[in-house]
């Protein structure tokens, strides 16, 4: 089987991870890590929903806040996971905005918490190798950040007695109600 036909084979599972981002940026606000880190998560002003994998049916693409929201929450009732997304994450006392797509799950136009400027003078050099290395040390912390989201979710989703509950409390939410209504 070739990459392409897995990829596309595999979307579901990045369409319901990016659904369970936003009902953790909307119900719960944070998720503890396996390494016991917490990360507060956030829905930025984009999110597009389209059909399950498998299904026909027109992608709802939202932009801004409150006004489109509705609009987006109906879309979900009527089945629809989310395609795509901008998402802040805080972890460790940084903020990070970063726009995934369930295809990929790779996160594009990452946005670094800000970071102190160089210095100039004769030890300029090594006060640009600070700068690029603290850089790279925030896009590692990101990455490990969207990872260990990433990994609690496939837990929970794949353990036999956890997933259906997850999937429960999605479609509760996805209505309207909660899970014990």
Do not use: C, H
Request: glycine share 14%.
């Amino acid at each position: 089987m070739d990459v392409l036909a897995l990829l596309n084979e595999k979307v579901f599972l990045g369409q319901e991870f990016l659904t369970w981002l936003w009902y953790v940026a909307e119900e719960e606000g944070s998720v503890q890590l396996e390494d016991g880190r917490l990360v507060d998560v956030l829905l930025g002003e984009r999110l597009v929903l389209g059909p399950m994998q498998g299904q026909e049916g027109t992608r709802v693409t939202v932009k801004g806040r409150e006004a489109s929201m509705a609009e987006a929450r109906q879309a979900l009732r009527r089945g629809k996971l989310v395609e795509g997304l901008r998402l802040g994450l805080t972890l460790d006392g940084e903020e990070y905005w970063l726009n995934l797509e369930a295809a990929e799950l790779a996160p594009k136009a990452l946005k670094l918490p800000p970071t102190a400027p160089g210095q100039g003078g004769p030890e300029g050099l090594e006060g640009l190798e600070g700068l690029v290395l603290e850089r790279i040390s925030l896009v590692d912390g990101a990455l490990r950040g969207l990872e260990g989201l990433l990994l609690v979710f496939l837990r929970q989703r794949l353990a036999s007695e956890q997933g259906g509950e997850l999937w429960a409390r999605l479609q509760a939410w996805a209505a309207g109600r909660r899970a014990q209504d």
